[in-house]
Protein backbone atom coordinates (compact mmCIF):
# COMPACT_ATOMS: atom_id res chain seq x y z
CA UNK A 1 0.00 0.00 0.00
CA UNK A 2 1.56 3.42 -1.29
CA UNK A 3 1.50 5.98 1.47
CA UNK A 4 2.65 9.72 1.32
CA UNK A 5 3.30 11.81 4.52
CA UNK A 6 4.34 15.01 4.28
CA UNK A 7 6.01 17.18 7.49
CA UNK A 8 7.80 20.58 7.62
CA UNK A 9 4.55 22.46 8.06
CA UNK A 10 4.17 25.65 10.66
CA UNK A 11 3.67 29.05 11.15
CA UNK A 12 6.32 31.59 9.75
CA UNK A 13 6.48 35.27 9.64
CA UNK A 14 6.39 37.58 6.04
CA UNK A 15 9.61 36.73 4.31
CA UNK A 16 10.21 33.54 6.46
CA UNK A 17 10.92 30.08 5.19
CA UNK A 18 9.67 26.35 5.17
CA UNK A 19 11.11 23.22 4.10
CA UNK A 20 8.32 20.69 3.43
CA UNK A 21 9.63 17.35 2.91
CA UNK A 22 6.78 14.18 1.41
CA UNK A 23 8.13 10.95 2.51
CA UNK A 24 7.04 8.11 0.23
CA UNK A 25 6.78 4.30 1.02
CA UNK A 26 5.01 1.37 -0.43
CA UNK A 27 6.44 0.95 -3.64
CA UNK A 28 9.41 2.01 -5.89
CA UNK A 29 10.12 5.17 -5.39
CA UNK A 30 12.27 5.78 -8.63
CA UNK A 31 9.60 5.66 -10.66
CA UNK A 32 7.18 8.50 -9.76
CA UNK A 33 6.76 11.70 -10.66
CA UNK A 34 5.53 13.89 -7.65
CA UNK A 35 3.63 17.08 -7.53
CA UNK A 36 3.04 19.56 -4.92
CA UNK A 37 -0.79 21.30 -4.56
CA UNK A 38 -2.14 23.86 -1.64
CA UNK A 39 -6.00 24.90 -1.00
CA UNK A 40 -6.43 27.48 0.76
CA UNK A 41 -9.73 28.33 2.91
CA UNK A 42 -12.67 28.73 0.75
CA UNK A 43 -10.33 28.08 -2.33
CA UNK A 44 -10.25 25.04 -5.22
CA UNK A 45 -6.87 23.05 -4.98
CA UNK A 46 -3.96 24.14 -6.92
CA UNK A 47 -0.73 23.35 -8.50
CA UNK A 48 2.53 24.56 -6.66
CA UNK A 49 4.95 23.00 -8.51
CA UNK A 50 6.14 19.74 -9.82
CA UNK A 51 9.09 17.17 -10.47
CA UNK A 52 9.98 14.02 -12.60
CA UNK A 53 11.20 10.76 -11.31
CA UNK A 54 14.90 11.94 -11.68
CA UNK A 55 14.82 15.19 -11.04
CA UNK A 56 15.79 16.29 -14.51
CA UNK A 57 12.44 18.25 -15.30
CA UNK A 58 10.56 20.44 -13.06
CA UNK A 59 7.72 22.70 -13.09
CA UNK A 60 6.24 25.79 -10.67
CA UNK A 61 3.35 27.38 -10.97
CA UNK A 62 3.79 31.45 -11.84
CA UNK A 63 3.46 32.72 -8.02
CA UNK A 64 5.94 30.60 -6.71
CA UNK A 65 8.74 31.06 -9.34
CA UNK A 66 12.26 31.84 -8.43
CA UNK A 67 10.87 31.78 -4.45
CA UNK A 68 10.30 27.78 -4.15
CA UNK A 69 12.25 24.90 -5.21
CA UNK A 70 11.20 21.28 -5.34
CA UNK A 71 14.01 18.32 -5.23
CA UNK A 72 13.90 15.03 -4.21
CA UNK A 73 16.63 12.31 -2.87
CA UNK A 74 15.51 9.01 -4.18
CA UNK A 75 17.70 7.08 -2.01
CA UNK A 76 15.63 8.58 1.02
CA UNK A 77 12.73 8.32 -0.81
CA UNK A 78 11.33 11.75 -0.48
CA UNK A 79 10.51 15.24 -2.32
CA UNK A 80 11.26 18.44 -1.03
CA UNK A 81 9.75 21.76 -1.34
CA UNK A 82 12.09 24.65 -0.45
CA UNK A 83 9.85 27.94 0.29
CA UNK A 84 11.36 30.94 0.82
CA UNK A 85 10.70 34.99 0.94
CA UNK A 86 6.97 33.48 2.05
CA UNK A 87 3.95 36.05 1.27
CA UNK A 88 0.40 35.40 3.27
CA UNK A 89 -0.95 34.21 0.38
CA UNK A 90 1.10 31.13 1.02
CA UNK A 91 -0.83 30.38 3.51
CA UNK A 92 -2.56 26.96 2.86
CA UNK A 93 -2.52 23.32 3.50
CA UNK A 94 0.04 21.59 1.38
CA UNK A 95 -0.14 18.06 -0.58
CA UNK A 96 1.99 16.04 -1.97
CA UNK A 97 0.89 13.62 -4.86
CA UNK A 98 2.30 11.00 -6.53
CA UNK A 99 2.12 9.88 -10.62
CA UNK A 100 3.78 6.68 -11.02
CA UNK A 101 1.59 6.32 -14.94
CA UNK A 102 3.89 9.22 -16.24
CA UNK A 103 7.42 9.51 -14.18
CA UNK A 104 9.11 10.88 -16.88
CA UNK A 105 7.68 14.06 -16.96
CA UNK A 106 5.47 16.40 -14.83
CA UNK A 107 1.90 17.41 -14.74
CA UNK A 108 0.11 20.75 -13.44
CA UNK A 109 -3.36 18.64 -13.15
CA UNK A 110 -4.45 16.94 -10.02
CA UNK A 111 -6.64 14.46 -11.53
CA UNK A 112 -3.16 12.75 -13.05
CA UNK A 113 -1.85 11.96 -9.85
CA UNK A 114 -2.56 8.48 -8.12
CA UNK A 115 -1.66 9.04 -4.33
CA UNK A 116 -2.10 11.79 -2.16
CA UNK A 117 -0.89 12.76 1.36
CA UNK A 118 -3.42 14.09 4.41
CA UNK A 119 -1.72 17.15 4.04
CA UNK A 120 0.53 19.75 5.85
CA UNK A 121 -0.73 23.06 7.27
CA UNK A 122 1.25 26.36 6.45
CA UNK A 123 0.29 29.82 7.86
CA UNK A 124 2.53 33.04 6.97
CA UNK A 125 1.62 35.85 9.32
CA UNK A 126 1.93 39.46 7.93
Known amino acids: QVQLVESGGGLVQVGGSLRLSCAVAGRTFGTYAVGWFRQAPGKEREFVAAINWNGGWTDYVDSVKGRFTITRDNAKNTVFLQMNSLKPEDTAVYYC???????????????????WGQGTQVTVSS
Open 97 to 115: AADWTSPWETSERANEYDH
